[in-house]
Structures are given as C-alpha cells and as structure tokens.
C-alpha cells in the first residue's frame, strides 16, 4: 500500500519559515509527480505546488509564488515544501499527493490528478 507521511508543521509567528518533508513509500510507480495541498477552517481544499517526475518542472500557486519553493530528493523518496515569510493566511492543514502520471515533466495540478494523501501536517502562523 501506498503511505505518504508528512512532517514539519508547527506554530510560528508571521514572517517566519517552515520546510514539510513528505516521505513515501510502497509506491505504485517509481518516483511520481507530487503535490501539496491545503485547507484552512471553512475553505475547500486548495492546490499550493506541484513538481513532476524528473524535478525539472515545478508549478506554484499564485497565493504562495514567491515564498513557497517544492522539491524532491528522489534517493529519499521525499518531497519538500519550504515555507518562508509565512502569513497568518497560510494556516491550514497541509498535505502531501502523489499522482500516477506517466510523463516525465508533468506537473499536476489538480486534486483528481492524485491518487494517494498523506494525513496532513498542521501549519498555525500568528501574527
């Protein structure tokens, strides 16, 4: 079975930084495209980046283009999400997909797109 786990959510006050790992493993196809989502008390779930196959393709949402950066360490089976100058508009439960796209360089950018969730990691930034 397929088991992504996320980490690194915590309180921090605005303007400061937080790096969510998101480990997975008993993956259906190796090294897939990834995503990470949110929603915050009273929202719908929303999309914050993707990153494809390869690494070379990334796409970030406009919300957080600027401070947000995905990445991925293939070796570790792991995707990151380096959060900097956080705004108190950023608290939400975050979490991490994984997608069974086939290509390369495809990023994914929608939640159909994604087959398997993490559990979600709490990210709180008072002002």
């Known amino acids: 079975q397929v088991l992504l786990a996320e980490s690194g959510g915590g309180l921090v006050q605005a303007g400061e930084s937080l790096r969510l790992s998101c480990a997975a493993s008993?993956?259906?196809?190796?090294?897939?495209?990834m995503g990470w989502f949110r929603q915050a008390p009273g929202k719908e779930r929303e999309f914050v980046a993707a990153?494809?196959?390869?690494?070379?393709?990334?796409y970030l949402a406009d919300s957080v283009k600027g401070r947000f950066t995905i990445s991925r360490d293939n070796a570790k089976n792991t995707v990151y999400l380096q959060m900097n100058n956080l705004e108190p508009e950023d608290t939400a439960i975050y979490y991490c997909?994984?997608?069974?796209?086939?290509?390369?360089?495809?990023?994914?950018?929608?939640?159909?797109?994604?087959?398997?969730w993490g559990q979600g990691t709490q990210v709180t930034v008072s002002s």
């Open positions: 008993g993956l259906t196809i190796s090294r897939p495209a």
């Open positions: 997909a994984s997608s069974s796209v086939s290509a390369e360089n495809v990023v994914v950018l929608t939640s159909p797109g994604y087959a398997y």
């Open positions: 990153i494809s196959r390869s690494g070379a393709s990334t």
